[in-house]
């Protein structure tokens, strides 16, 4: 029989990796064409661009290219992945996960778990969280786990959703002694079955009820930050004061603005004062501690399960080495829904880790679309002809032959 292993060290995240479309569309561009104010825009949403995914993109070729810049950036080795999860609400097939198509494309181990994760935004983290426990076992041998948050966030054209679209992926290592983020074993979390927001398998645009759904995060935020608060045995403590940055799921930038007023909120009538009297307290405390977190997200749009971890990737990457040490809150909501809030300390040495993530450099990277262009790739759909030209990527969709999905590699891991 083998023998029990024993405890293991800190476990978290030790690498980044995140992939956008080589394609933008300025908002501003789009209320134009849409007789829209730009203000409800850039002040109503806070958004002033949105990545557009081509038809030769998809939920796969995101996380995938998402994944090689993590393991290329982290020099891992597939080979020192027991556990591949990816996490998405744009799936490909509705049997077939899309893990074992970055199994493959990536070269894992066939000694390695896969499946694919689904509870809208929120499985992104949940993939984490199991990651975490799975190494926290001992059951992972001293392999790491590799989770993948990937999608397409896609709307009606001409409806009010569309500003908020959006696409991307963020591949997330998980870790012991991890070179980036230790996370908090312990978390606080909520669920509430409730139709925010949803998809129907028959549908390729989301529905969602908007104030609704509003109402459902903020609900789902007080729920998960008072389960953490009991979990750490603080029902009264200021969260506010214990982090060097908050961190909140952003399918649109404004979105975070709204979860920290309640938070702040929550924490005054916690303290025995009246929240009406916050005024100026509440906006710096914003400004300090999350308007760091959301370059990304103004130019990129939501990402759903991604979206949390790129406003991570952004933040890291901007500001390393002022977060040496000190410790990160961030919260994750899936419409339906399910919440979670959890914690990690930014460990010594993440600053070299996070600055090569390179969130910067592939946003600047980007072509901009015209209204016309944006539309037809809407028309086209999955089945559009390959591109003459793209970007150089890791690897791409290569169409469909007897309903079977085909992906081919176009790159190397190591470029």
């Known amino acids: 029989m083998m023998a029990l292993v024993g405890p293991v060290g800190p476990v978290g995240i030790d690498q980044l990796g995140v992939y956008v479309p080589e394609y933008v569309l300025p908002l501003d561009q789009l209320a134009a064409a849409r007789g829209v104010p730009v203000e409800k825009l850039h002040i109503g949403i806070g958004a002033q661009q949105m990545a557009v995914a081509p038809p030769w993109e998809d939920a796969v070729t995101l996380g995938a290219n998402a ?9 891992i080795s597939p080979d020192e992945i027991g556990l591949l999860l990816v996490a998405t609400e744009t799936g490909v097939d509705h049997a077939k996960p899309a893990s074992i198509f970055l ?18 935004c929120y499985s992104g983290t949940a993939g984490v969280m199991i990651a975490a426990d799975w190494i926290r076992s001992g059951a992972a041998r001293g392999r790491k786990a590799l989770v993948v948050a990937t999608d397409i966030a896609r709307y009606d054209l001409h409806s009010s959703a569309e500003f908020t679209q959006g696409a991307g992926a963020v591949a997330v290592v998980v870790s012991e002694q991890p070179r980036l983020l230790a996370l908090d074993p312990i978390s606080g979390v909520f669920a509430s079955n409730v139709y925010d927001f949803w ?10 009820d908007g104030k609704f759904s509003v109402d459902c995060y903020l609900n789902a935020l007080d729920g998960a930050v ?23 799921h952003t399918p ?25 009297d916050l005024g100026p307290a509440a906006e710096q405390s914003y400004r300090t501690l999350v308007e760091p977190t ?7 749009g939501n990402t759903y399960t991604a979206s949390l971890y790129l406003c991570l990737a952004w933040l890291a990457e901007q500001q390393g080495r002022a977060l040496e040490g000190r410790s990160l809150g961030l919260f994750s909501y899936g419409s339906g829904c399910c919440a979670e809030f959890f914690s990690g300390q930014c460990v010594a040495g993440s600053a070299k880790v996070a600055a090569g993530i390179g969130v910067a450099d592939l946003l600047a990277a980007r072509r901009t679309l015209t209204v016309d262009e944006y539309e037809a790739f809407g028309r086209d759909g999955a089945g559009a002809d390959l591109p003459v030209e793209s970007r150089a990527n890791f690897c791409r969709f290569a169409g469909v032959r007897e309903d079977k999905r085909l992906y081919e590699r176009t790159g190397s891991l190591a470029q």
């Not at 199994?103 to 809208?120: D, F, I, M, P, S």
């Not at 998809?199 to 969602?208: C, H, K, Q």
């Not at 008072?226 to 909140?248: C, I, K, M, Q, V």
């Not at 959301?294 to 990129?300: E, I, M, T, W």
Request: include cysteine.
């Open 67 to 75: 994944a090689a810049r993590a393991i290329a950036q982290g020099h």
């Open 103 to 120: 199994h493959e494309l990536l070269g894992v181990t066939a000694n390695c778990r896969t499946l694919e994760l689904k509870h809208a």
């Open 199 to 208: 998809r129907p398998l028959d549908r390729r645009e989301a529905l969602v």
């Open 226 to 248: 008072a389960d953490y608060r009991n979990g750490h045995s603080t029902p009264s403590g200021a969260l506010s004061e214990e982090f060097a940055a908050l961190l909140y």
């Open 252 to 276: 649109f930038p404004k979105m975070a603005y709204k979860a920290h007023l309640r938070l702040i909120e929550g924490e005054w009538r916690a303290a025995g004062r009246n929240p009406a």
């Open 294 to 300: 959301l370059g990304a997200a103004r130019v990129v």
